[in-house]
């Protein structure tokens, strides 16, 4: 058992740290200037704003850690949580799995939920997408690892928090910036931001293209945010939030090992004659009313839509896809006294529709004289509604000043009907409801040190295609996965608050594990084929130091050791219990620094650590651990009084490590082909940046 096996290396950890703040927290010296790691405000959807406070295992990335590299791919610093691997390619081909869950899924992201502010970026089909939303949007992200369901309903691997950027001091500010670099990338940036005493504005465009260093392989974005506040009270006031994208990306698709090693930047066969790609329109809208009703109870009350039209040819044939999901969500949070005892309290319910239909029609691409794709005549049309409820609640109670218990209540509901056009039969179904509950109790020893243990249950429901039969009818066999999660960890200060150690251990096991299984091109049926087991340790490490009155340099280490494997899994007669879970690294580390000056300029650094992954059930093969370098410096300049200059240089992947940046899990061989698991990461790539920042 890993717990077992890495019981003395976290005793150790805590044990020791203990003992250097005891020897030298008293040799600090309070008038040294610069800022402490200072304790990290999270979202209200929590019972306490206070990460120290929190039972749960929680990744941050603040606006400073976001901006780190180049502010053009997301999975460059999502990637620095430990316990966190989101797979990229050509940054819509993307897969985020939380301690191991979500690995095996073949395309996107699913089992996690995630909100941008108040309105939910999970469909309906539990499908996530957060590469939408451009990295200068975001004010602040975080990670929630594990099924703490009762907050926020059907995410067995956890939930991702998008915080929108706004101008939290009252004036104006404007900005503009530029990056450029190799393969053809080029992004330009314009933002404007008001923040007055009654009201609030944030408006910001952003472009950005890349030509791509693989074949067929260009990429194209483009989306305008919208956000602020209105009617801004001492006790109430309305946010709102929108968000349009617009998105074209020529798909490479995977590769297989003897190209992968002798040529990567070539497309596969049929996606570079076919100029597969995939072009959508994506729409974000919300309101949120928050309101004091009195000195022990408020409100928060948000509505939304999310609106999604795609259209992706590919070689097998042209899928076209129209969602639009509407919903709303009302939650009380208050305060009451129990025989002197401290509680809070959440309390709520969250309704969410969604409204699918998809298309697939014949792709004419070979009749087409080599100019790619040209749609035909249609095979196939879908619609599916999907309804679900979320009831939810969770108290905390201070059973003394270092003392406090959290537990936690969701209940879920979800109901759906599919109408086959091909046989004009409409066909509804309904899962039976599903309790979540969560426990925690943590130990606060001093203002500056926590330690929590929780339990909790998690759920995820099927995505669409897993929940029909191959003749396109419900299959009312098919099951939510759900499984419970056990951890312990705590979160602690030292050296005046310039060093902070998190550390978690986990366990988690999953029964009606979900597999799709392949029946065609893009033809799958989902089965519950058995239990999968999820364990593992996560160290995350920050330092300030002081090293001068004008140089300070901080820095991180992070890691993750997981065993992911399955428990019980018989597929196809095909006994794999005891094997490597597919798609997921076990291991994995990050380190960085970064030495700042007060004359503005900096140097940054940052290294990542990928174990091998195992690609398909049966661990017949295996992708290569990698090791990955960037470097980034810059120069900030006041060249006015409120004028501000930033020029920035970097390199990526320093050392030009070949390296699988996604993983195709249980990728087919066709005919005498050899399977294609691989989509390859950029070689060595350079960027150059220069922003202007003109604070009225």
Do not use: C
Request: charge should be neutral; glycine fraction near 8%; charged fraction near 20%.
């Amino acid at each position: 058992m890993i717990f077992k096996k890495y019981y003395f290396l976290i005793a150790w950890l805590i044990v020791s740290q203990n003992i250097i703040a005891q020897e030298q927290e008293s040799k600090i010296n309070d008038t040294i200037k610069g800022e402490k790691l200072e304790e990290v405000i999270i979202s209200s959807l929590h019972l306490d704003s206070n990460l120290l406070n929190t039972p749960a295992a929680v990744g941050i990335l603040s606006k400073r850690e976001l901006l780190q590299n180049n502010t053009t791919d997301i999975s460059t610093v999502l990637n620095t949580i430990p316990g966190v691997l989101m797979q990229s390619s050509n940054f819509t081909t993307t897969r985020i799995s939380i301690r191991g869950i979500g690995a095996r899924t073949t395309y996107g992201t699913n089992k996690i939920r995630a909100f941008y502010g108040s309105i939910p970026l999970t469909s309906g089909n539990s499908e996530t997408v957060i590469d939408d939303i451009d990295l200068e949007n975001i004010g602040q992200i975080e990670i929630i690892k594990g099924p703490l369901s009762s907050i926020y309903g059907a995410g067995l691997g956890g939930a991702i928090l998008v915080t929108p950027q706004l101008l939290q001091t009252e004036g104006q500010n404007t900005s503009i910036s530029t990056i450029f670099g190799s393969f053809g990338l080029l992004k330009n940036s314009l933002n404007y931001a008001l923040n007055e005493k009654n009201s609030s504005l944030n408006i910001s465009y952003h472009k950005l293209e890349t030509s791509g260093w693989r074949q067929n392989s260009a990429y194209h974005r483009e989306g305008i945010t919208l956000a602020g506040a209105l009617f801004k009270k001492q006790n109430s006031k309305l946010t709102y939030f929108s968000n349009y994208t617009y998105v074209k990306a020529y798909i490479p698709s995977s590769i297989s090992k003897t190209v992968y090693e002798t040529n990567p930047r070539l497309a596969a066969p049929t996606w570079a004659a076919s100029k597969g790609y995939k072009e959508y329109k994506s729409v974000l809208g919300g309101l949120a009313y928050d309101f004091k009703i009195n000195d022990r109870l408020n409100n928060a009350t948000s509505v939304f839509i999310n609106y999604k039209d795609s259209n992706e040819p590919r070689p097998f044939d042209v899928l076209r896809q129209n969602t639009f999901a509407a919903g709303a969500r009302s939650q009380f949070s208050g305060n009451f006294k129990i025989r002197e005892t401290e509680n809070q309290f959440i309390a709520g319910i969250e309704y969410f529709l969604d409204n699918y239909k998809g298309n697939t029609f014949e792709n004419w691409y070979q009749q087409n004289n080599g100019l790619g794709s040209l749609q035909g005549n249609q095979l196939a049309a879908t619609a599916q509604k999907r309804h679900f409820y979320n009831v939810f609640s969770q108290i905390r109670t201070l059973l003394s000043q270092k003392m406090e218990f959290q537990a936690g209540l969701n209940y879920n509901k979800t109901q759906f009907e599919i109408e086959n056009y091909d046989t004009n039969t409409i066909q509804k179904y309904a899962y039976s409801g599903i309790f979540s509950p969560q426990i925690s109790l943590l130990f606060k020893p001093n203002t500056q040190k926590t330690f929590y243990f929780s339990a909790s249950r998690g759920f995820s429901l099927p995505a669409t295609e897993e929940t029909l039969t191959s003749e396109g009818t419900i299959n009312p066999d098919i099951k939510p996965e759900n499984g419970y999660n056990f951890e312990v960890g705590g979160k602690y200060y030292f050296l005046n608050k310039n060093l902070y150690i998190e550390f978690s251990l986990y366990r988690m096991e999953i029964k009606d594990l979900l597999v799709a299984k392949r029946i065609g091109d893009d033809q799958y049926v989902g089965i519950n084929a058995g239990k999968t087991l999820h364990e593992g340790i996560e160290i995350l490490v920050k330092h300030n130091w002081y090293i001068n009155s004008s140089l300070w340099m901080i820095s991180y280490v992070s890691a993750s050791l997981g065993n992911y494997e399955f428990k019980e899994f018989i597929d196809s007669g095909n006994d794999f219990s005891g094997n490597k879970l597919t798609g997921v690294a076990a291991n994995k580390a990050n380190a960085g620094l970064s030495l700042n000056s007060n004359s503005g300029l900096y140097f940054a650094a940052d290294f990542q650590f990928v174990d091998e992954i195992p690609m398909n059930d049966a661990n017949t093969a295996y992708s290569d651990a990698y090791k990955v370098v960037n470097l980034k410096t810059g120069y900030r300049l006041e060249i006015l009084p409120k004028l501000t200059i930033h020029f920035a240089a970097g390199i990526n992947n320093l050392f030009d490590k070949k390296y699988a940046s996604l993983i195709l899990p249980n990728a087919t061989a066709v005919g005498n082909a050899t399977p294609r698991y691989y989509y390859p990461g950029l070689p060595v790539n350079y960027y150059g940046s220069i922003s202007l920042n003109y604070l009225f």
